[in-house]
């Protein structure tokens, strides 16, 4: 089984930290780059082509996660893109959705329901 690359875009280093070893320690998984904000973003996904992508609504710079999310879309446009986001309300996700997003998940103490999404 290949394993699957992930981009994981968050701007707080200790999720972002936290996020990169939960992928790694899944054997279905693998980590590719992280990124803290939209453009770097943008470059990680150029430079390192991943399969999928976890990507936080709120990260540094000028551009929010949702505003980036359009443009990776159309960078990769058969990657998963997973909006992870403490901000769960149903116009956010009609909106991601919209947007090109896989999945929008709401996070919580639980990670699983991430790396479920990921898998598929």
């Known amino acids: 089984m290949t394993e699957r690359r992930v981009l994981v875009v968050e701007d707080v280093p200790e ?14 998984f ?3 780059a992280s990124a ?5 973003a943008l470059e990680m996904a150029q430079v390192h082509r991943p399969d999928a992508i976890v990507l936080d609504v709120s990260i540094d710079g000028a551009e929010s996660g949702m505003d ?3 443009e990776l ?3 990769l446009p058969e990657a998963r893109i997973i909006v992870f986001t ?3 309300n149903l ?3 009609e909106k ?6 896989s999945d929008y998940i709401v996070k919580g103490g639980d990670l699983q329901p991430l790396l479920d999404s990921l898998a598929r």
């Open 15 to 28: 999720l972002s930290h936290l996020l990169g070893m939960t992928i790694e320690l899944d054997d279905r």
């Open 30 to 32: 693998t980590p590719a």
């Open 36 to 40: 803290r904000s939209g453009p770097e």
């Open 68 to 70: 980036v999310l359009p």
């Open 73 to 75: 879309r159309k960078l």
């Open 86 to 88: 403490a901000h769960g």
């Open 91 to 93: 116009q956010q996700q």
């Open 96 to 101: 991601a959705l919209a947007r090109g997003a």
